[in-house]
């Protein structure tokens, strides 16, 4: 719990209280590599944060396998659009390597928020920069070239190329893997 403390300092100084009251409603897990720790159809209701390994958030289009996200350690990952609506999601969350995941159950993080108060400002300022990060991934795709994004992913991510199987960085880039060689080539 160590890590995931520090990681929401960095939004939000809790209260000892807040902290004992989100550990109680918190599970460690161990997950293998290549599995879904969330399926396609799956109503999100745990928010969870990488400790160690890496995620990532994929869909299928026209049967082919698109990743809109990488999470690695100390960050959190969620499927939110399932999570604040209730519905199932479109799309899965699959561990890319042997990693120790922290769950926290939603709902009774929820309920938390009207007692403590510092827990909803934090978990506002999580979503908050979530949401900047996607729109900020939107632009990316909207006003830059593949080169340009490769770019940023690697300097988002410096040691991405060496995690994550390159099918994967190729269709989170938007691109083909013939298109990924050249311009890694070029670099």
Do not use: W
């Amino acid at each position: 719990m160590v890590q995931l403390f520090a990681y929401f300092h960095r939004f939000q100084k809790l209260s000892p209280e807040a902290e004992n009251a989100i550990a109680e409603i918190s599970t460690v897990h161990t997950i293998k590599k290549n599995l879904d720790l969330q399926p396609i159809g799956h109503t999100c209701r745990t928010i969870y944060f990488i400790n160690k390994g890496l995620a990532r958030i994929y869909y299928f289009k026209e049967d082919i396998d698109i990743t809109e996200g990488f999470y690695f350690e100390n960050s959190i990952i969620a499927r939110v659009e399932s999570l604040f609506t209730g519905k199932p999601s479109r799309k899965a969350i699959q561990v890319l390597e042997d990693a120790e995941i922290i769950g926290i159950h939603a709902n009774s993080l929820f309920k938390l928020y009207d007692q403590f108060h510092d827990i909803e400002r934090l978990f506002r300022k999580i979503f908050e920069a979530a949401y900047v990060d996607t729109v900020n991934r939107i632009e990316g795709i909207q006003f830059h070239t593949a080169e340009e994004r490769y770019k940023a992913l690697l300097h988002e991510a410096p040691d991405v190329l060496k995690r994550v199987p390159l099918k994967y960085v190729a269709s989170y880039l938007g691109i083909t893997q013939v298109s990924l060689s050249r311009i890694r080539g070029i670099h």
